[in-house]
């Protein structure tokens, strides 16, 4: 069975700041991997995805994420935060298209101005 | 866009009774998903379905139980209702594109179930 672990709970951040959240999988089989974005009181927004290809991913908003299949890790990336940004952070990984999601714990992102 | 549709979007119950959560997928979508987010946890998957058939099946308990009907919306049934099962029910929805499943799920905005 697949898992993934977000090392970090709460990552606290300066606007206009870079931020790195983390993302580790474990699977014994490839995986598609995900992250989402939940803003308060709202539901799961997608931010970029790797299925396959190129390991640096471009999604929405300006983030970025880099695969890496020998740290089975999935860091997503931004290099200037918003106030907007603010939000709870969660990477997923599925073992195919049509399988169900399996998500990390989460990390929430607060951005001071 | 069309997105999925969630109903009702705020549920109030006593323990002991049941609630029925609806969820309309995207048009055209043909596979639906269930999940249950706890306050403060990750989103659990529930159960799945494809073409009207359960498809996959997570850690939902026995006193839950879901269909996909024929127009393809779900309901999620769940009855003797425990304090334990306050939390936010996501579903989400995918469509099969030449054949072949799509790797995305499209989230809806959830229903926030309460039990007092």
């Known amino acids: 069975a697949q898992s993934v672990t977000q090392l970090d709970s709460q990552v606290p951040v300066f606007e206009e700041a870079p931020v790195e959240l983390r993302c580790n999988y474990s699977?014994?089989?490839?995986?598609?991997l995900f992250w989402y974005v939940q803003y308060p009181n709202q539901g799961l927004q997608l931010l970029l995805k790797?299925?396959?290809?190129?390991?640096l991913v471009k999604g929405i908003n300006g983030f970025e994420a880099e695969f890496n299949k020998s740290q089975t890790s999935f860091h997503l990336r931004k290099p200037s935060v918003h106030i907007s940004d603010t939000a709870e952070y969660f990477c997923?990984?599925?073992?195919?298209?049509?399988?169900?999601?399996?998500f990390g714990g989460g990390t929430r992102v607060l951005v001071k101005p | 866009a069309a997105g999925v549709i969630q109903s009702p979007r705020h549920l109030i119950k006593e323990k002991r009774e049941t609630a029925t959560l609806k969820c309309y997928p995207i048009?055209?979508?043909?596979?639906v998903y269930w999940y249950q987010q706890g306050p403060g946890q990750d989103p659990q998957f529930l159960i799945s379905?494809?073409?009207?058939?359960?498809?996959d099946k997570g850690s939902i308990p026995d006193r839950f139980s879901a269909q996909q009907f024929s127009d393809y919306h779900s309901e999620l049934n769940m009855s003797s209702l425990e304090l334990g099962d306050s939390a936010l029910y996501f579903c989400?929805?995918?469509?099969?594109?030449?054949?072949?499943?799509?790797?995305?799920?499209?989230f809806g905005p959830g229903t926030r179930l309460t039990v007092l």
């Open positions: 048009p055209r979508h043909d596979t």
């Open positions: 379905f494809y073409e009207k058939m359960q498809s």
């Open positions: 989400a929805s995918s469509p099969e594109i030449a054949g072949v499943q799509y790797n995305e799920q499209f």
């Open positions: 997923a990984v599925t073992l195919a298209a049509g399988n169900k999601l399996t």
């Open positions: 790797y299925l396959s290809g190129s390991t």
């Open positions: 699977s014994s089989v490839s995986v598609y």
